[in-house]
């Protein structure tokens, strides 16, 4: 079976992660190390233009003079044969928009598109905690629940280029609602919106914790220091994903299951719950080997993602 | 993307189907069309010897003299690259057998093995309902529920050949205890067992139905008579099936549905309600486009995908 990692350089190549609040760009030599990084905030100025300009901007501080291909990654639907965002959460007046096309000419260099939970997967499946797996399960743990999906060492983009929305398969048939239009979404229970929201259930004290700015934060902190409550939600948390993790290897038979994002942070809290619940609800032969990380390069691997991509490594 | 129709030849080939009642075996044409047939009843004589005697009792039925390839289809844990039974429902004396080997040795022909159910989503896929689709999320709804997933044009094994069982997706998260270890598995809803629970569930009429020999073909009967709680129960099998792919869907973005085996004959008295369930659970941008098809290869199917898969079209 193919190996991600070894036989494919990382880099080099610039990668760019293409955020609402900020790009954040990284030049990454062939081991998948970042050498150099650059930030540009968004502000207001949202248009297309706008956007490749200031990616232009972020290329030039990192490989000024320089020949290196670029790979983008952004949020939304995706078109990364057409190097397209067809749409976009944090740019909703865009268009179908030819991102990568107007990067490249904007900047001489060859450029690559991916959606960004793919290329955070991507990133940690090759160079970060799941270097060697050919196959990886990947989950980023955010303010929602995202995902992607490495399989045969490429990223399965899916029919559509859809694939790996891994926080909207089902774990409460009647559930909390989900802007999906599903009841009982995982990412309703494990992400960041899913947690505040069974802390707000749970009233009292959780419920007026819930409404802080960081509240994750705060409640992985409560649980460190024995509160039961706390503790109690990180342990539903595992479960949850537990139980959509289960689905999917009885589905696919992957073993490599990795956490990446914000909550991935806490994951002491809430893996152990996580295992129990996915042993429970697997086949024993199809839970034996199946190992479950933690992303090692945190907010740089949609950067190394993307340059790998841009260097040819997906194939 | 891959197309699994057209580029690739289905036969000249023997496709056998090793069942634990009878050796079903099938000579097959380019096109996928079945030729000849040939069966053996498997009766009492259950050793590795026997079974790889008759296999090859069968092949010099259907090719006396010739050279034909044959692909092997069975049920349980298959390692499909050494052609090895690791573990037999229908035959749990056999240790780790090399049945491919054997019966190479037996008839002299180059010889693939597949798991059963892989081998009948193939073979739907290739040369059945699903011809021209690259990808394919294949249910085979009979005593139990299984499946296969066909991507980028080729049968999906997952990492120890395990992958595609579908039927224990978890949908309904405290339901019925599953021989797996989970509870509420699409099987205990959805597969004539399933069924049959269901109907005992309901008490009455319904539980005596339930322990007719023929149960799902007389309660479809009554279903299409127009009997209320007959028709309610079908329901409840789409609306199970629907949850469960809509989840597939969104980590896959795989469009093309095929349900096959036994119940798939009662497909319109549930994929109505599959549908609705489906896209009740789905990101509209991603039901979009989903069709729903029902095999049309029927018994043959798994000789046909098996014979396929001999004949090289599995790549």
Redesign the interface.
């Known amino acids: 079976?193919a190996d991600v990692s070894g036989k494919r350089a990382v880099g080099p190549a610039i990668g760019v992660d293409v955020g609402g609040t900020r790009i954040k760009a990284g030049r990454v030599d062939e081991t998948g190390r970042v050498e150099a990084r650059s930030v540009i905030e968004v502000g207001d100025a949202r248009t297309e233009e706008d956007i490749v300009a200031r990616i232009a901007a972020v290329v030039g501080n990192l490989d000024a003079g320089g020949a290196l291909p670029i790979g983008l990654a952004a949020a939304g639907?995706i078109d990364p044969i057409a190097g397209c965002v067809l749409?976009s959460p944090n740019f909703p007046s865009w268009g179908h928009f030819a991102l990568a096309d107007r990067v490249g000419a904007a900047t001489g260099r060859p450029v690559s598109l991916e959606n960004d939970a793919n290329a955070v997967v991507f990133g940690e499946a090759i160079a970060g905690a799941g270097r060697g797996a050919?196959?990886v399960l990947g989950y980023t743990l955010g303010t929602g629940v995202g995902g992607g999906?490495v399989?045969g060492g490429h990223i399965?983009?899916?029919?559509?280029?859809?694939?790996?929305?891994?926080g909207?398969?089902?774990?409460?048939?009647d559930g909390r609602t989900c802007g999906?239009?599903?009841?009982g979404c995982l990412e309703q229970y494990a992400g960041q919106v899913g947690i505040r929201r069974t802390m707000r259930e749970r009233g009292g004290a959780m419920a007026t914790l819930a409404e802080h700015a960081s509240a994750p934060a705060r409640l992985a902190e409560l649980a460190r220091g024995g509160d039961a409550d706390a503790q109690a939600i990180f342990q539903s948390v595992g479960g949850y994903l537990g139980?959509a993790v289960?689905?999917?290897i009885?589905?696919?038979?992957?073993?490599t299951i990795l956490l990446c994002g914000g909550i991935a942070a806490a994951a002491p809290l809430f893996v152990p719950a996580m295992e129990a619940e996915l042993?429970?609800?697997?086949?024993?032969?199809?839970s034996a080997?199946v190992q479950i990380l933690v992303g090692t390069l945190g907010a740089d691997a949609g950067i190394v993602g993307a340059a790998a991509i841009a260097s040819g490594a997906n194939g």
């Open positions: 079976m639907v749409e050919a196959n999906l399989l399965w983009r899916g029919e559509r280029g859809m694939a790996g929305e891994l909207h398969v089902t774990v409460e048939p999906c239009g599903n009841r139980m289960a689905a999917l009885h589905t696919l038979d992957v073993t042993r429970a609800r697997t086949f024993r032969s199809m080997g």
